[in-house]
Every structure is written in structure tokens, then in C-alpha cells.
């Protein structure tokens, strides 16, 4: 891909020294003059009839400035990122514990705490539905509508029946995979103020521009009326695209005409926030003798609570991925996407992903074993590859398939237990494998993002990209993106992003997309101001453009460096001199087509992302405790831009698939959720991390900015699914519900009567 200055290195992030020295000033942090703090009351009851709300008594507490209801939304009282269906304060229906029924701002923040107590509300309580198969019955209590099933996203390619009729194997499971909080380290917070006749609103957030045009619609103003700018955010994962303080606070804002704060407790985050959608998965495949792969058919119910948040989202993200990365002639795929009056269910790292992955690799081993082949063995002859055709019909054209990432994860893992004897200990050890494959950008629909670039006098630039870096380095990448095309140096990049009144759209930061999109409209803003610089170059050098070279801060001729040479200050000046101007735009929308609504067919994609991950665990029989001792983890990544952190991300994503896979779960009863903090939500700590190794695999993308994809969330995907093979391996039991706990593992070994397996036989 060429010779590289700044692509390719582990350049120290934009904003690492603040962070460190702990000057970086979170949504939390901001102090404003005459600043107010304001609070939400929230429901205890998971649906009910909202009868009457009295404010009274809050509005004549001395220090309460205001208590905003219902009738208090100027604009439309609905948001939602996919269907407008929930209020910004519940007007008619509650429809789940935490619906936001009125909004305080006082002097203090105690005396907002103490006005929520004095609202009453009147409420009539309905009948309740919390499981999702229930919730599909036609006689079940409605949380929307006539109708609990959201949508159903369809699958349709070649002949299910005649494959299954000719199949030599065949496998059926059910999986269920649970709840998943977020748990970032900051709870949702913001501030807002008026600037004039425009509303600012500084949070926490992973989409300014989204968040910009609800805020708008909520308060009947001009979407150039409001101004959103992301704050330095402690962590998204997905949490943070749904709107959360911002509607309040610019409510608040405008109605009392001074600054106001909101800042979340960790249970009201916890409460409030999206969560990872639980599922139900009926998954059957059909295989030849030898392991090939002939068909699947696959029912899978999502619970998305009672709102669709992102819902409908990631339930079609789960049926497109769901044969894995693997060639698959015959597929039926039924997703639902059911309400409930349980949490509510959106975006997530991995998007739905991660739940069927724990399905499909599990079914890839049971496969194998049935050939008497092993679960690499039957992984590598079914892979995906350049040319393949995927389940929505799709023809892989710019290269594809997990080959590479196995074989890497294969030969670490290898290294490692070459010369290992399993013994009969009470301590079993065992090997698993996952593999995965992920869209970049958002599934058969338009996602472009955008960028300016503003070659300075001196050199230097300022980068404006809508994306917003939620710790995972956008900036820092996109910057490095834009140093290299315009040969100077990466601390030269001066970078605004995710700011609605000085930077274009550049969409949700999800779906592993940022470097992908922005990093290509970034490319192409670069590439317009550079234009100019080589057109001014190429006249005073006196030789075509085209032989015009700028690297490491100097304009030279290709071939003649000693010959022509000059400053990029000095080229600069002769465009000044000129009266032109280095400035650039561009914006990217990968090529994608939607999905045809009875088949699914298309092409929703322009990238694919492939990973694997090879894992050892070790399961004591007697207490049915799992420890993961090593993750290795190869995914390839088109080009690592920064290797950096691209290991940060492979080591970050393996660890909350660890999360996943053994010690989280949203427990609840009836709607309310039983583990509300830390304390009682289990998530790894420092001493249940196992060493992850991280192994970098670059197969460029044509259509990447220097070859780059997405990396986000795909190092989550497959190690779920890795760690319950390996139990497998190591005593002989299949667990098919998350997360593998010690009382399931335990439940399992005592109903198999504590059958380990024996021999020195290795999956890997």
C-alpha cells in the first residue's frame, strides 16, 4: 500500500496527556454562572394508565424554578431513533419502570431530589407482558398499538426443505442469550444554555447531528436554532445513541432562560439506558458427511422492550450474519423484534451480532463432530471467500472469508498447548474456537458522514468531522488519515469533531463505521485542499501535477526530491500570493442497496470485517466455576491504521466478550431491574481479565481510506461463542444459555452425571 509516514504508526492519541493528567472536563465537570440542576421522576410500575400529575406542591418549594410535564413540550412529545414511540414525558402510558413523567430544575440539586417528592401522580395500572414469546400472542396485554411484534425481518435464499430432506447431518438447538448493560464508566450527562436565540447543549452522546434534529423537532425551533456538542465522553458502546438529558435540558434551558445541569445516578443509568437485546434463537443446520454446510433455518425472537430504540436494527444485523462467516446455499432467516414492558432493548457493541454468533459457532462444533472432523477443519472448508455469495446474495468482491485470522489465532494457540496432556483433575482445561464476520456501516441504508479540512498559512490544519470520539480514537485515526495524504505531521492535525454548529453530519458513531465513512470523506476533503497545493506546486516546479509529491512537511518531484524541492510553508505562500484558497470538503455513503422486505436479498454492505478467536479456559468440576486463562484473538483489519490502538481494541472488545460470555446479566423481576449498581451487576475486574493476545491481520479494502475497515465491536463477537466450545472441550457439556455461570455449569455436569471427556485430543 506504500511507504508510509504516519499510516501505520502508534502515534500517541489526541487526547491522551488531558486524560491522563485528569484536566479532560466531562459533561459532569462543567460549572456554568446561575447554573440549575435538574432532575426526572420516573415510574415504579411497569405499565399503567397515567391518570393525573400534580406539580403543585414542587413548583412552591422555594428554590425550584421549574417542574416541567407533558403539556410542557412545545414540539412533537416523541423520539426515538428508528419509530418516534416514546414520549419525552409520559402523557398517556407507562409502558415501562423508568418512563420519564415530569422534570425539575432548582437551585440545588437536594432541592431537586426533594421536589420529585412532592409531585403526585395519579395512575391506573394495566396488566403486564415480560416475556417475548408471550408478548407475541394475540391475547396478550399491548405495550403499542394492536400488535406486541415490531417487525419481522425475513432471510430467503435457495431450497431449505430440499436441503434438509438430502442431509447426511443435521443439528438443532436452542440458545437463549441474556440481557447486557453497557456499563460505562460515565452515567449520561449534560449541560445546556442559551447563546443568544440558540439552545447549546453539551453532553454525552456518540451523535450530535441525531441528537440535534430531535431536540428541534421536541421544541418546534430551527434545527439552526440548536447547537449540540459532545462533551468528552467516558464510554458509549451503543448506550449513548439514544437520546437521553439532552431534550430535558433544552427544555429547561429555554423555559428558565439560564444554564442547567443533568447528570444521572448510576441506578437511574442502569434504569434508564438501552440494553443488549435478550434472545431466543432456534437454530437447525444441515451438512453433508464431510461437513459441508448445505443449509440453516433459524428463528430468532429479541426482546427490545418497551420502546424500539434501535430495535428493529440489530434484530436484521442478527438474520443477515446469521450463517456466520461461512458459505451457506439455503437459508431461512424469521427475526422478530417484540415489545415488552421490560427494559428497553437498542444498540449494543456487536448489534446483535455477538447473540448469534454464540449460536452459529456452537453449531459449527456440533457439526464437526458429527464429520468426525475438527472445528477447525470444518470452519476452513465452509469460510467465506472472495466471489462467495452470502445469505442476502450478496458477492463478496473485495475479498473475504476468516482464513487468515484462523490460521494466525490456530498457530498461537498451537504454540501454547503443543505438549499438554489433559489429566482427570478436578480442574479441566479446554480449547475453543469462535470465528465471526461484521458489516461495516449501517445494514442496506445510507450512512454517509462528512468533513472539512483547512489548510492553514503555516501549515498546520484544522480537521472538522461530525464523528464523535467516544474513547475509541476517531479523532486520533481520522487525523492520521488526513497527515498522510497531506504529507505533514500528525501533531500539525488540529481536530473538531461532533459539534452541530461548526462540523458536518458524520452520523452515529456505531456499527463499526468512523474510520470506514469519516475516515473516507476526511480522505476526500484532503484530497480537494491538496488538489490546489499540487496545481501551484506543479506550476512553479514546471512539471506535470502528477509527479508533485508531498511528504514529511516538503513539496518535492517524483524522482527529482534533490533537484525540486521546497516547504509546504513555501507552496502555501505562493497559493496565498494567488489568491487561492486550500480548503476542502468531502463527504463518503458506502455502495450498499437495501433489503428486499420478503427475501432479504441485497447487498447491505460495502466491507466485511473477519476475525478469530481461539480461547483456554480451565472448569472446575466441583464448583462449576469457568476461568478464561488466554484469549487469542486475530482480526483482520484492513490496515491498522494506528497498531496501537488497534491492539487497545482487540484487548478492549475481548474483555467485555468475557463479560458477556460468564459473569453479566440484567436480572430483573417484573420490569425492575434487581442489580441497579455495580455491586450487584457483575462485570470483570482487573483480576478476572486473562491475557489477551493480540494478533493484527491486514487484508487492505479497496474501498477503505488506505485500506482500513472497522474495528470497533468485532473483537466482542466471537468470544462468547469461543469460551462455550471450550467448556465443551473440556468436560463434555454444551451450554446453550448465557451467561455460562457456575450454577448452569454445575446444573450441566450433575444432569451428564460429570462425563469428562477423555483423551488428548485438541478442537484447535
Known amino acids: ?14 487526547d491522551a496527556l488531558d486524560k491522563v493528567l485528569g484536566k479532560t472536563k466531562f459533561s459532569a465537570d462543567i460549572k456554568l454562572p446561575a447554573m440549575l440542576y435538574a432532575k426526572v421522576l420516573r415510574s415504579k410500575v411497569p405499565h399503567a394508565l397515567l391518570k393525573s400529575i400534580d406539580v403543585a406542591a414542587a413548583k412552591a418549594l422555594p428554590g425550584v424554578v421549574a417542574v416541567l410535564t407533558a403539556a410542557d413540550v412545545p414540539g412533537s412529545n416523541a423520539h426515538g431513533i428508528v ?83 438430502g442431509a447426511d447431518i443435521i443439528i438443532e438447538q436452542t440458545y437463549r442469550t441474556q440481557m447486557q448493560e453497557h456499563a460505562y464508566i460515565e452515567p449520561e450527562a449534560g449541560v445546556a444554555y442559551l447563546d443568544g436565540d440558540v439552545v447549546v447543549i453539551k453532553a454525552s452522546t456518540q451523535n ?20 449540540v456538542i459532545q462533551a468528552p465522553t467516558g464510554g458509549g458502546f451503543g448506550g449513548k445513541l439514544d437520546v437521553s438529558v439532552q431534550i430535558f435540558l433544552a427544555l429547561l434551558a429555554v423555559r428558565t432562560k439560564r444554564p442547567v445541569q443533568l447528570v444521572y445516578t448510576r441506578e437511574e443509568s442502569l434504569v434508564a439506558s438501552p440494553k443488549r ?75 446483535g451480532v455477538p447473540q448469534i454468533a454464540f449460536a452459529y459457532e456452537q453449531q459449527m462444533d456440533m457439526v464437526a463432530e458429527k464429520a468426525g472432523i475438527s472445528p477447525l477443519a470444518v470452519r476452513l472448508i465452509n469460510t467465506l471467500k472472495e466471489n462467495s455469495v452470502t445469505a442476502t446474495g450478496q458477492i463478496l468482491e473485495t475479498g473475504g472469508g476468516i482464513d487468515s485470522t484462523l490460521t494466525a489465532a490456530y498457530a498461537k494457540v498451537q504454540e501454547h498447548i503443543n505438549g499438554q496432556a489433559r489429566t482427570d483433575t478436578v480442574k479441566r482445561r479446554g480449547y475453543g474456537i469462535g470465528c465471526m464476520f461484521y458489516g461495516i456501516g449501517n445494514t442496506g441504508l445510507p450512512n454517509p458522514a462528512g ?23 476517531s479523532n486520533t485515526i481520522i487525523a492520521q488519515i488526513v497527515a498522510e495524504e497531506l504529507g505533514i505531521s500528525f ?38 485542499a491538496k488538489k490546489i497545493v499540487l496545481e501551484v506546486a506543479a506550476e512553479s516546479f514546471g512539471v506535470p501535477a502528477a509527479q508533485i509529491v508531498l511528504k514529511d512537511g516538503w513539496v518535492t518531484v517524483q524522482g527529482q526530491q534533490e533537484q525540486f524541492r521546497k516547504t509546504i510553508k513555501e507552496i502555501l505562500a505562493a497559493c496565498r500570493s494567488k489568491g487561492k484558497m486550500t480548503i476542502g470538503h468531502g463527504w463518503f455513503n458506502p455502495t450498499t442497496t437495501g433489503l428486499d422486505n420478503a427475501t432479504g436479498a441485497g447487498a447491505p454492505y ?7 478467536q481461539a480461547v483456554e479456559v480451565e472448569v472446575d468440576t466441583e464448583t462449576g466455576q469457568v476461568e478464561v486463562l488466554n484469549i487469542y484473538a486475530a482480526h483482520d483489519v484492513g490496515k491498522a491504521v494506528n497498531p496501537l490502538q488497534v491492539e487497545a481494541q482487540i484487548e478492549g472488545g475481548s474483555i467485555m466478550g468475557l463479560g458477556y460470555g460468564i459473569y453479566e446479566d440484567v436480572k430483573k423481576d417484573r420490569g425492575r431491574i434487581k442489580t441497579p449498581s455495580f455491586a450487584t451487576y457483575l462485570i470483570p475486574t482487573s483480576l478476572d481479565v486473562p491475557a489477551v493476545h493480540s494478533i493484527i491481520v491486514e487484508e487492505p479494502a479497496d474501498t477503505g481510506p ?48 460429570n462425563a469428562i471427556r477423555q483423551g488428548n485430543d485438541r478442537p484447535v
Do not use: W
Request: with cysteine; glycine share 8%.
Open 491 to 528: 501533531d500539525d492535525i488540529h481536530v473538531i469533531s461532533a459539534d452541530t454548529g461548526v462540523t458536518p453530519d458524520g452520523g452515529a458513531t456505531s456499527a463499526s463505521r468512523q474510520t470506514y465513512i469519516s475516515g473516507n470523506a476526511a480522505l476526500r476533503a484532503a484530497r480537494e
Open 83 to 165: 419509530i418516534k414511540d416514546e414520549p419525552v414525558l409520559v402523557y398517556d402510558k407507562i409502558r415501562k419502570i423508568g418512563d420519564a413523567l415530569a422534570v425539575v430544575a432548582a437551585e440545588t440539586e437536594e432541592l431537586a431530589i426533594q421536589a420529585l417528592g412532592l409531585i403526585n401522580v395519579e395512575i391506573e395500572e394495566l396488566p403486564p407482558v415480560f416475556d417475548a414469546e408471550e408478548a407475541m400472542r394475540p391475547d396478550a396485554p399491548k405495550v403499542h398499538g394492536d400488535s406486541n411484534i415490531l417487525s419481522l425481518r425475513k432471510i430467503r435464499k435457495g431450497d431449505v426443505a430440499a436441503a434438509f430432506a
Open 706 to 753: 488506505f485500506g482500513a475497515k472497522g474495528l470497533g465491536e468485532t473483537s466482542l463477537v466471537p468470544t462468547a461463542a469461543a469460551i462455550a466450545n471450550a467448556v465443551y472441550d473440556a468436560v463434555g457439556i454444551r451450554v446453550t444459555e448465557l451467561p455460562v455461570s457456575p450454577e448452569r455449569v454445575l446444573r450441566l455436569l450433575k444432569a451428564s452425571g
Open 1 to 14: 500500500m506504500g511507504d508510509f509516514s504516519v499510516i501505520g504508526k502508534s502515534v500517541i492519541r489526541k
Open 606 to 612: 460495502e466491507a466485511y470485517a473477519f476475525g478469530s
Open 451 to 473: 468533513a472539512y479540512v483547512d489548510f492553514l498559512d503555516d501549515g498546520t490544519v484544522n480537521l472538522m468531522v461530525g464523528a464523535a470520539d467516544i474513547g475509541q480514537g
Open 208 to 227: 450530535t447531528h441525531f441528537d440535534c434534529r430531535e431536540v428541534a423537532r421536541n421544541l418546534a425551533m430551527p434545527s439552526n436554532k440548536v447547537r
Open 277 to 351: 437485546h435478550p434472545c431466543t434463537i432456534s437454530y437447525k443446520t444441515a451438512a453433508d458427511k464431510n461437513g459441508k454446510l448445505l443449509a440453516i433455518d433459524v428463528v430468532a425472537i429479541a426482546d427490545t422492550g418497551a420502546y424500539s430504540s434501535y430495535g428493529p436494527a440489530p434484530v436484521t444485523r442478527l438474520a443477515v450474519h446469521a450463517t456466520g462467516p461461512y458459505e451457506v446455499p439455503h437459508v431461512r432467516v424469521d427475526a422478530y423484534t417484540i415489545y415488552t414492558n421490560n427494559p428497553t432493548a437498542g444498540a449494543m457493541r456487536g448489534f
